[in-house]
């Protein structure tokens, strides 16, 4: 399942069958403590490694149902205006996050959360480093906007099975969008 701003998920509400929490280290609660069972298990493989060579990583933002996208989005909306929103944010029906494939990553600490500095703290930069390892790809690299539709989010990790994601790494394919040939989504149809 790939989802960019050009193939929302459908139905726009969809909710996963099988959402569960996984045994990690939480900084949030409630529906963002979630993922679907086979990425929350990856997870625990992927956070459990991290911390043997001494990287704490948190699961900062997991699932979010179509109403709470509604929520965040409009947030964006009405702080930054549509336009910066839409390279901010997902429009509802449009978010990996409603999926359960995808999560957003912390360090416990709270440095440069969410922000362009994330890159260079210990937990991103193991997680692009090693996230391949345990199925995960950072969705959304560094200058490929114009392919994924978004900036750079070095917190931002998505499932995709061990071999896809290892192949990936291996042949230097750094989007979804090249790696299954699908035409780039910069912007909404």
């Not at 929520?71 to 009405?78: D, H, L, M, Q």
Request: charged letters at 15%; hydrophobic letters at 45%.
């Amino acid at each position: 399942m790939v989802v960019n701003k050009h193939r929302p998920l459908s139905p726009a509400a969809f909710i996963p069958p099988d959402l569960v929490q996984p045994a990690v280290r939480l900084a949030v609660s409630g529906e963002a403590a979630l993922l679907n069972s086979t990425t929350a298990a990856a997870a625990e493989r992927m956070f459990a490694a991290a911390a043997t060579a001494g990287v704490v990583m948190t699961l900062a933002s997991g699932y979010r149902s179509f109403v709470t996208q509604t929520s965040t989005y409009n947030g964006y909306v009405a702080t930054r205006g549509q336009a910066e929103a839409d390279t901010a944010s997902a429009r509802p029906g449009f978010s990996e996050h409603q999926t359960g494939w995808s999560f957003d990553i912390g360090d416990g600490g709270g440095a440069c959360s969410f922000q362009p500095c994330f890159a260079e703290q210990p937990a991103a930069v193991w997680a692009k480093a090693n996230a391949h390892r345990f199925g995960f790809i950072v969705r959304y690299p560094w200058m490929y906007h114009e392919t994924t539709g978004y900036y750079y989010e070095s917190w931002h990790l998505r499932f995709i099975g061990v071999e896809a994601a290892g192949d990936m790494a291996a042949r230097g394919v750094p989007t979804l969008e090249e790696y299954f040939g699908l035409e780039s989504a910069p912007a909404y149809l």
